[in-house]
């Protein structure tokens, strides 16, 4: 098993989206590994929204979970997340 790290610099894809808790909004960042690991999006255009659209509400637990354990702002969201 590999493991990849980001580098300084370099731009990691994937989707910001954000949350409401509280009445506060809490953005978030599922990487496009995240996506296509777990929740099987594409690389097409549309894929990681879609594949974001149909897995919301464990998508939004997990940024939850991480938001409410104190994790740093924005949160951010990779494959071993779920």
Known sequence: MTSHKKMPGEVQ????????????EIVVFISMAALTDRFNASPEKGSQLAAYKRNQKIIDAVALRQFNAGFPRPIKLETADF
């Open 13 to 24: 894809k994937g989707l910001w989206f954000s949350i409401e808790i509280e009445h506060e």
